[in-house]
């Protein structure tokens, strides 16, 4: 069946703009997290939702950073007047349950210039 | 909050040889412990986890871990590995009233050489 899909794969975007990276999870997950792996790091937790709320956005950096799924399903991960600091891959998982396996997506890489 | 320390940045190995990758946790609360396993321009894959139960740990692709409360560790292991296993591995932990927050080492490059 259809993993976790994440789009776009790469984005490069100027100092100073505005981004959104998108994520499907897979169907029937209820869970839904965002991390970002900045070069030669782990990944880092940004925000987790359950269901439509987010449970819990404490690893968010500041408030350039937002995230949002309206309808319980797809999640967009905003990001205002990026800067050159935020370059990284955002990862997205999803699982059926909050104590269940999360499942991965292949990641949007944001380069900031 | 817990945290988890991968002891080796990089670990090269020949072919069929065994290889250990070392993963050390704090935390002080009961906690969940996880290998995943990213291959390059993949996603993460989970290789296995240990929630509770036997301390020995059976995963995908011939791996097993170790659950080792008294010393605070979760390695990894392989008997013997094949170039296929050339990737990048991550050991993380989760709190186990809240799995929601899954902190992760900063992973181990693992070259197999022929």
């Known amino acids: 069946g259809a993993g976790v899909s994440q789009t776009p794969s790469n984005k490069v975007t100027e100092k100073g703009k505005y981004v959104e990276l998108r994520c499907d999870p897979i169907?029937?997950?209820?869970?839904l997290y965002w991390y970002r792996q900045s070069l030669g790091q782990g990944p880092e937790f940004l925000i987790y939702f359950q269901g439509t709320g987010a449970a819990d956005d404490s690893g968010l950096p500041n408030d350039r950073f937002f995230a949002v799924r309206p309808e319980g399903s797809v999640s967009t991960l905003k990001i205002q007047r990026t800067e050159r600091g935020d370059s990284a891959v955002y990862l997205c998982?999803?699982?059926?349950?909050?104590?269940?396996?999360?499942?991965f997506g292949p990641g949007t890489r944001l380069t900031v210039l | 909050a817990q945290s988890v320390t991968q002891l080796d940045s990089q670990v090269p190995v020949f072919e069929e040889a065994p290889v250990e990758l070392r993963c050390n946790y704090s935390?002080?609360?009961?906690?969940?412990l996880f290998w995943y396993v990213q291959y390059p321009n993949q996603g993460l894959q989970l290789l296995l986890k240990y929630l509770s139960g036997s301390t020995l740990v059976k995963g995908i692709n011939g791996f097993e871990a170790e659950f080792n409360k008294s010393q605070t560790s979760f390695h990894l292991r392989k008997p013997s590995v094949h170039i296929s296993d050339t990737a990048e591995y991550f050991c993380?932990?989760?709190?186990?009233?809240?799995?929601?927050?899954?902190?992760f080492g900063a992973g181990t490059r693992l070259t197999v050489k022929p």
């Open positions: 993380a932990v989760s709190d186990s009233y809240n799995n929601n927050d899954m902190r």
């Open positions: 935390s002080s609360v009961s906690v969940y």
């Open positions: 169907s029937g997950h209820t869970a």
């Open positions: 998982a999803s699982s059926l349950a909050v104590e269940a396996e999360q499942f």
